[in-house]
């Protein structure tokens, strides 16, 4: 077999078959494949597609390509959750402690902010002590004992993916549903967890722009973790607007905490109703309308609140932040944005205040940048709030006082207002589930 006469194939939009494909995946790794005859496969792949038959086996090789977590000594009860990112996304700060005080067992391993987007690794390193590092039987032992643990990205996860994402980004070929969907599936299912929910997220704030592109990567996905032997289900949700108040990482903290303990509503507690009702319908095999009823009982109850001080001082955390958020250091400065006319806001451009709260200090644009925990953003009003000429509409926090001005400018640039609300169209949370 010639990695030549595969490109060719693929040129031609004729299938590979699975054994092509391994051959691919472990010439690329061992380094008898080059990265352009790589290239030029991805593009051939980008270009023609993949068949349904075609992502599974690729999504498979790279998930067999290096270290896989083996989660079957919980039985049916390993579940894991996963975004596809977004702007103000603190939901498995919330998810993973309802999840967990309800018997489940979520082993999660997360990864830093990057871009507009923020990560959950970050936004606990804000709080004093935390380990987000944790050995392989004590990670084990934790989700054991406890029901859940949140660790940083580590080992050699799907490496084959690693390799191959970064000559995507360099030669056009992200936007590729067959290459993205194998690209997420390859590290969920070297993660291990038998059942796997997906929070697919499309707008300003995302990669797939439209409802419609979402749901067509979403469905990917879920195929392929049936057919890879997971139980699977998708929820397609809205990130034109950043997801609750706060954007940045103690900020965000603040805000999961008063989710858990029932004194926060709206869109962030609603996502996180959903997706912690479809992992525990997926797990205990139960209708959404049980599941649900079972974990907004574990909100209004506090049990998950619970749940999550029990996580935090095992995983080494100073609990009090969590009794007590006002604990969390505060910036030097807070500057208020007020609104420059009376009307309704209509848009939210989320992307665009992610990258404000970077400017701020809440965020990295190199994976190496430093951060400042206490930097970002309080929204105080969100699309489809009418606002009044000179109403605070969010207060920014930094410790950089060069970077006021140009924040405050690019929020105002980033909000848009109307004076009639007959003109608001404002998208549901949730467009489609797939299970």
Not at 250 to 276: F, N, P, T
Not at 311 to 331: C, H, K, N, R, T
Not at 411 to 431: C, D, F, H, M, N
């Amino acid at each position: 077999m010639r990695i030549y006469d595969v490109i060719d194939k693929k040129r031609r939009g004729v299938e590979l078959t699975n054994e092509e494909i391994q051959f691919f995946i472990d010439g690329y790794m061992s380094g008898a494949v080059s990265d352009y005859q790589a290239a030029a496969l991805i593009m051939a792949i980008c270009i023609n597609g993949m068949t349904e038959k075609e992502t599974t086996a690729l999504t498979m090789s790279m998930a067999n390509s290096g270290e896989k977590a083996d989660m079957s000594v919980f039985g049916e009860l390993s579940v894991d959750k996963h975004s596809t990112g977004g702007v103000g996304d603190k939901t498995s700060l919330i998810v993973a402690p309802i999840v967990a005080s309800l018997g489940c067992k979520v082993a999660k391993m997360s990864g830093r902010g990057l871009g507009h987007t923020g990560g959950t690794v970050d936004k606990l390193e804000s709080i004093p002590g935390y380990k987000i590092a944790l050995s392989t039987a004590d990670f084990f032992a934790q989700v054991n004992e406890l029901g859940m643990a949140i660790v940083g990205q580590s080992g050699n996860f799907a490496p084959a993916d690693k390799k191959l994402y970064a000559l995507r980004d360099v030669t056009a070929t992200v936007e590729s549903i067959p290459l993205i969907s194998s690209s997420i599936m390859s590290k969920k299912l070297a993660a291990g967890a038998k059942s796997i929910v997906l929070d697919v997220k499309f707008g300003r704030g995302a990669f797939m722009h439209t409802p419609e592109e979402a749901e067509i990567l979403a469905s990917n996905m879920v195929r392929i973790g049936r057919n890879c032997g997971r139980r699977m289900s998708a929820v397609i949700t809205d990130m034109n607007s950043p997801l609750g108040y706060a954007i940045g990482n103690s900020l965000e903290v603040k805000e999961a905490i008063d989710v858990l303990r029932g004194e926060s509503y709206g869109d962030l507690r609603e996502i996180c109703i959903v997706l912690a009702s479809e992992m525990i319908a997926l797990v205990k095999n139960i209708s959404y309308e049980e599941s649900r009823a079972l974990v907004s009982e574990a909100i209004d109850s506090g049990k998950a609140y619970e749940k999550m001080k029990e996580w935090i001082a095992v995983q080494g955390g100073d609990v009090s932040y969590i009794v007590d958020s006002s604990l969390f250091p505060e910036s030097s400065i807070k500057v208020n944005v007020y609104a420059e006319k009376t009307g309704y806001i209509v848009s939210l451009d989320a992307q665009k205040i992610g990258f404000i709260s970077v400017m701020l200090g809440a965020g990295r644009l190199l994976k190496d940048d430093p951060i400042d925990y206490s930097a970002g953003i309080m929204m105080k009003k969100k699309t489809g709030d009418f606002v009044r000429e000179g109403e605070i509409i969010a207060v920014l926090h930094t410790n950089k006082h060069d970077a006021v001005n140009d924040a405050v400018k690019e929020y105002l640039s980033a909000v848009t207002i109307i004076g009639r609300q007959t003109s608001l169209a404002k998208s549901p949370l949730v467009y489609k589930t797939i299970r």
